[in-house]
């Protein structure tokens, strides 16, 4: 079982930036593909951006294209997603998760960081 701990969340105004990590409990050698998903009170879980570990080739939603960046640092384990000009749209937990490498889908989730953005 793979660890997933996010970090990063908190609140912020509108047109501010937070930057959130993803720190997973062992090395990368397995890692397929990350992602960032949110999920807003009465909403379903939307994805919002994906990194392919061993590529480096990068997906974003169009609701956070230019504004929002994910990248990795295999030394630390750790994703990231940078999220600049944020909106009051922006408002969730985010969460943080794995796909290793064979397994059909993402198959590990972290327990997720709240993001506040006020008006």
């Known amino acids: 079982q793979v660890q997933l701990v996010e970090s990063g969340g908190g609140l912020v105004e509108a047109g501010g930036s937070l930057r959130l990590s993803c720190a997973a409990s062992?090395?990368?050698?397995?890692?397929?593909?990350m992602g960032w998903f949110r999920q807003a009170p009465g909403k379903e879980r939307e994805f919002v951006a994906a990194?392919?570990?061993?590529?480096?080739?990068?997906y974003y939603a169009d609701s956070v294209k230019g504004r929002f960046t994910i990248s990795r640092d295999n030394a630390k384990n750790t994703v990231y997603l940078q999220m600049n000009s944020l909106k009051p749209g922006d408002t969730a937990v985010y969460y943080c998760?794995?796909?290793?490498?064979?397994?059909?889908?993402?198959?590990?989730w972290g327990q997720g960081t709240q993001v506040t953005v006020s008006s």
């Open positions: 998760a794995l796909r290793t490498i064979i397994a059909p889908d993402y198959n590990y």
């Open positions: 062992e090395r990368t050698f397995r890692f397929h593909t």
């Open positions: 990194i392919r570990w061993t590529a480096g080739s990068t």
